[in-house]
Each structure stands twice: as C-alpha cells, then as structure tokens.
C-alpha cells in the first residue's frame, strides 16, 4: 500500500511539475485554448451592471435616416457637442482627419476647444501625411511624467510609425482609439499606451480618465516594461506592454445608450455628472469588433468599458499573487485525486471521481473570478488534473491490472499503419497529443466523381480506385510524403510531419507534377480495361498546423488540423474554377523559393501568378500561383498574362480586357476567360474606390 501510494504520489508530482512548467513557458496552443475557456466564463458569469456614469450617445441607425448619410457636416456635430456640453467629459471615438468646408470646420473646432471634450484619433502602419499643427497639437497630449528605473531596457510597447490626425484647428486634449485583437480575432485588451515617435500617447479611454479627475497620467518604468499607469491615487494594473485586460460587462447595450438624434432634437438631456463617449454603432460605418460577449460589439463600447473598469476599479487581476494562486490550483486538485486513487480500485470509480475534482475545482475557479475578477487560468488545472488521471491508469492498467492485454491494445490502437517505419526508428517524432509545426499539405481530387460512379458497376469503380490509388500514393511516399487519408476519390498527403523534411513545399510540388503525368499513363490503361478517362485537380499549401493523434481513446489516426489544411482543399477546388490542375498558395511559392529556386526550373515546369483570392471562411486574402508543366501551350503566354493581371489589379480594365481576350482566344485559357469577363463587369459596374483587386470565392 505504501509503494502503491508513493508510485502514485510520484506521478501526481510529475504531472503537476510539468504542466507547471508549461505554465511558465506560454505554449501558443494551450494558451490559446485557456483563452477560449475564460471566454466561455465570461458567458457563465453573465452580465454584470457597469458604471451609470458612462453614457453612449450613439450615431445609430434611427440617426442615420434623420440626418443622412455619414459623416455629417461639422455643424451637426458641433450642435451634437453643444447640447451634451454639460457633461463632465464628452469623449469622441471619431477622427476628423481631413478639411470639409471652412466655416463648418471653424464652428466644430471651436466647439471642442471650449468644451470638456477630448478629441480621438489612430494610429495606423500605411504611410500618411501629418499636418505639423496637428502633431503640435497632438504632443500636448502626451504622456509627460514618465518615472524610470536605473538600466531599463526598450519599451515592449506597441509603437506606430504613423497616425491619422484630427484637422489642425482642433487643440483639445487627445486619446487614440485603437484596440487590437489576440490571434484568435477576439478583444480581450485595451492597449492604455502606445508609442510613436519616441513618445508616449494615452488611449481615448485613459485620457477622458484624467481629464476627468484633472490629474496627469503618471506612467512607472521598471527594467521589464511598463510597472503601472497612475491617475491621482489610482494606479491601473497593466501588462508590461500597458496593456489592461478588458472586463466586460455583457453583450453590446449594457451602457446606457442615447441616439445621437435624440441630443441633436432636444428630446433627451444629459445630466451633468456623466462621462459622455460619441461613437458610431451602426454597422455599416462602426468599427465592429469580436469580443468574449458579442462578436458584433462596436468599438466605442469597448472604450465604454474600460472607462468604466477604471472608474469602478473592477479589474480582471493578473499579477505575481494570481500566478502563485494559478501553481496552487495545478498541484493541490491532482494530490487530491491521487490519495482517491490509492483507495479507489476500479477504474470506472476512478473516473468518476475524477470529473466530480475537475468539477469542484472549476466552480472554485469560478467562484474567485466572480467574487474577486481574478484572471485565473483553467486549461492548466485541468490539464495536470487530465495528465494525472491518465497516468495513473496507464500504471494501474500496464503494471498492476492487466499488464500483458494493456500491452497489445496500446501497440494495436496507437501505431498506425503510415507512421509505423518512423515509429520505430525514431519513436519519439510521434507526440502524444499535437505540436504546432510548419507543413506543406496536398489535396488531389478526380473530377466529375460522382458521374463516374453513376456510370460504373460498384466491383469495376473500386477496381478503377485501387488501381488510382495504388501508384498515386506511391507517389506520395516516393517524395517524402505521408498519406493522411483518403477521403472518397480524394486524397490528403502531410509533408514535414510528423519528421522534418527538408524543402516540403518542393516535394509537394514534384509529387503533383509526376501524379499527373502518371495519370496519362493510367488512363491509357483505363482506356484498354474500358474505363472512363479520369482528370484530377491538385491544391498546394504551406504554413503551422497542428500535428498529431486526434480521434477517441480506441481509436485515433496521426493527422493535421487547421487552417493551413482548410486552405489547401480550397486551393484544389478552385482549380474547377480557373480551369487549372494545381494551384499553390502564396506560403507554398515563398517555401519554394527560400530552398534554391533555380534548380526548379529544371525540372519542366513553370509558374504563373493567378490571382489574389478570398476563400470562403477566411478573411485575409491570399495570392494563388499555378503549376504549369513546360510541355502546356499557355508558358508562352505567360508573360502577356501577368501583364493583363497587372493591367487588372491597376483598374484598367479597358486594357486588361484586350489582353485577356487575346490570350483567351489563342490558348482557350479559362483563367483568361475568367478575368475577361471579370473585366467587363468592372467596365459596365466599376468597383468603388477602396477595391483592392481581391476576388471572393464563393464556393468551398
């Protein structure tokens, strides 16, 4: 019993030491995945009332139809200011960047330097003018008492090289308006400080603070970043990069909300002793963001919300004490379950047991963060708690229980078939679980399945599968490839996981090229045996996925998920829609590239660049190339194409047009077919002036 429960209590340590220090290291998968779960406790907690202090006056809808279209003339605004004037701070989550009409531009200026108001603006990447005055004006702004420690280091702060300024005869106080997402698209921070031009400049939310309480902001500086962020006697608790957690209080609507025509009209007043933030919700001319509420929510709510953080100090707390509480709730849950297992014989107890601890500890969890908003993590809990248990019933299984049977399922259920030459040479390339890793990834389809299907009897189609597959997936594994899967007529090949190979995005590449010209050679074989004559389409992409065993504890295949797989599907189905056969992505082509790109060409083939897309279910576009073996007709057009695609992404589409037609008519090329008609829309239906040459793919 003894060694029983120090076999155990050894594994328990274990477990709780190395999700501990996976802790401290900030793995982006798991780190990812807590955020997601605190997000789902947000939800859990439901709303919560925010300060009745702060107000949103709304540019809405119902203000839209009365007054027209944005943005207004200035006099509207400066009438909207005049009658909230009363207001202890009106902050504006608007810029007013470029000059309209004089007197209009004099009125509102006027209005906001003789006001409480505190004018926004943003900083952005892309290269814009800055009207001296209006960076005199926007200096006064800046963040003046800086308190530094002996030997500090560079900022890791967000830094600017350029800002969208409001017109020079407005000098009020300032603040940016900027807010960035985390990885995964979601606002959870509020960067309070950003650099630009060696200064530091305050968020809108934190200047209305301090004009609020007419007090300077005062920003502390230690050797690791930013300390704190003072105001009077209140100190904000930030990141080291001035960042502050975002405490949400609901969906979008919890602030009080006044339409802006409302104010204009006289209808409704606004009392004295409120903070007043000016902001567009309507959709089509609001900054809508995604937050762990609402993936709607309008910016001027978010600053709505941290004003009111501030005001009620009601922070999300993260600090050295919460990490402390964090390392607690990894060790002391799993010696809890670990003294139940020494008492607890049968594994159906054991696991039943071990979700009432995951659960009692996720309701402390969550009782903390309600209670007392400490930022407390819940993916670690839960994964020393998850590595405990199934640790522990491995030992119990292998090494007390069932030893010899536990054995065979565990060789039996975890070696697949197409990993198991790599497994036993080098067993540790096969993770438990999944890693992130760059990989290239190949789908090829047939075309026109389903009507072959339709056309042969069930014995003949499988006969003309397997003799598709066979040489198709040699092919694969001749140039490094692992096949995923098959999945109906289609294939799915990993390269660079789960061991390294070198140049990946090549050899995806020499695996497409050579699968077509075995393809010729198969359908004179499928002509003798009276088959139909197949064609498939081939898409290409390279970027990080995640690699590993994914399926049920019985059953479950070495794999890849992610956006990057996602993406090489869509690739192959557009070949449908430009008429190709393979088609790489962007990431792919630089993969190329980056290992010697001259000896590519001498292996017969070429590359033309076909467009920039937006495939469905991604936001950011991407440019698509395609492969073209040397003996196709279309390499001599290839440079008239790239012309023509020059010619189309300037607007000319008049020019365009001719040259695609030319190319179209010559080497009946679809893509050129396709952009010529593309072009004549665009002449009859010219797109708006912030086209940015992206086609949006409709289809999968």
């Known amino acids: 019993m003894k060694n029983k429960l120090l076999i155990f209590l050894c594994i328990g340590l274990l477990s709780s030491f190395i999700v501990v220090f996976l802790y401290f290291i900030k793995i982006d998968f798991l780190a990812s995945i807590d955020l997601k779960l605190k997000d789902a406790r947000f939800r859990l907690r439901g709303s919560i009332e925010p300060d009745s202090r702060v107000i949103i006056v709304a540019i809405d809808s119902k203000s839209l139809d009365r007054v027209g279209r944005w943005p207004w003339d200035r006099k509207v605004i400066s009438k909207l200011i005049k009658n ?22 004099r009125i509102l200026s006027n209005m906001i330097n003789m006001t409480n108001t505190v004018a926004g603006y943003y900083f952005r990447e892309d290269e814009t003018s800055v009207n001296r005055q209006s960076y005199i004006n926007l200096k006064e702004s800046r963040i003046k008492i800086l308190k530094t420690s002996k030997g500090i280091k560079p900022l890791h702060v967000i830094e600017f090289p350029y800002a969208e300024l409001n017109i020079p005869t407005i000098k009020a106080s300032m603040g940016f308006f ?22 530091l400049y305050p968020h809108l939310a934190l200047q209305t603070i301090s004009k609020l309480k007419n007090s300077p902001l005062i920003v502390e500086i230690a050797e690791y970043g930013i300390k704190s962020i003072k105001i009077k006697n209140e100190t904000i608790p930030v990141s080291e990069s001035g960042s502050l957690t975002i405490n949400y209080y609901g969906r979008t609507g919890s602030f009080k909300t006044v339409s802006a025509i409302d104010i204009i009209d006289g209808k409704i007043k606004i009392p004295p002793d409120v903070i007043v933030l000016v902001g567009a919700t309507e959709i089509g001319i609001a900054d809508i963001r995604n937050t762990p509420f609402d993936p709607v929510m309008p910016g001027v709510e978010i600053s709505a919300t941290t004003v009111s953080n501030i005001l009620q100090g009601r922070y999300l707390i993260y600090n050295a004490w919460v990490a402390g509480l964090d390392i607690l709730f990894i060790i002391i849950p799993v010696i809890l379950l670990i003294l139940i297992f020494t008492k607890i014989p049968r594994t159906v107890i054991s696991l039943c047991l071990f979700i009432i601890v995951v659960f009692f500890t996720y ?11 400490l930022d407390l993590s819940l993916i670690y809990p839960f994964f ?11 030992y119990r299984n292998l090494m007390v229980e069932k030893k010899s049977k536990f054995l065979k399922k565990a060789f039996s259920s975890y070696v697949s078939p197409d990993v198991v030459n790599i497994l036993i040479k080098k067993p540790d390339a096969l993770k438990l679980g999944g890693e992130k890793r760059t990989i290239t990834v190949l789908f090829s389809d047939i075309r026109n399945f389903a009507v072959i299907a339709e056309s042969l009897q069930p014995e003949r189609l499988v006969t003309l599968l397997n003799n598709y597959f066979d040489p198709m997936t040699n092919i694969v594994i001749k140039h490094g490839g ?81 956006d990057t797989v996602n993406l090489a599907s869509r690739l192959e189905e557009l070949n449908k829609l430009y008429g190709t056969k393979i088609i790489i992505s962007e990431s792919s082509f630089n993969a190329m590239e980056s290992s010697c790109y001259s000896e590519k060409m001498e292996q017969n083939f070429l590359i033309r660049e076909l ?5 469905k279910g991604k936001n950011k576009p991407v440019k698509i190339f395609e492969i073209i073996e040397e003996s196709s007709s279309i390499t001599s057009a290839i440079e008239d194409f790239e012309k023509a695609l020059h010619l189309y992404r300037k607007g000319q589409f008049k020019e365009a047009e001719t040259l695609f037609s030319n190319i179209a008519s010559q080497f009946n090329d679809k893509a050129s077919i396709l952009f010529k008609e593309r072009c004549g829309s665009y002449i009859l239906d010219p797109p708006s002036s912030e086209w940015d040459g992206v086609f949006t793919a409709k289809q999968k």
């Not at 309701?363 to 908003?373: A, E, G, P, Q």
């Not at 467009?611 to 495939?615: K, Y």
């Open 84 to 105: 909230i004037n009363k207001a202890k701070v009106i902050a504006l989550d608007i810029v007013f960047s470029e000059t309209s009409n004089p007197e209009s531009d």
């Open 178 to 199: 900027n807010i960035f997402p985390d990885e995964d698209g979601v606002y959870r921070k509020t960067n309070l400080v950003i650099l630009y031009k060696g200064e």
């Open 363 to 373: 309701i402390v969890n969550f009782f903390i963060f309600k209670k007392y908003f």
């Open 384 to 394: 020393s708690l998850s590595m405990c248990y199934v640790t522990s019933e491995a």
């Open 482 to 562: 692992m096949l995923d899967k098959y999945i109906g007529d289609a294939i799915m090949a990993v390269y660079n996981a789960p061991v390294n190979l070198p140049e990946h995005a090549k050899e995806a590449v020499f695996t497409a090229l050579e699968m077509l010209k075995e393809l010729k050679k198969l359908n004179k074989k499928f002509n003798e045996l009276r088959f139909p004559e197949i064609n498939i389409g081939i898409g290409i992409n390279t970027g990080e996925a995640i690699t590993g065993n994914i399926g049920t504890s019985t059953r479950f295949d070495y794999t890849a998920i992610g």
């Open 611 to 615: 467009d920039l897309i937006r495939v």
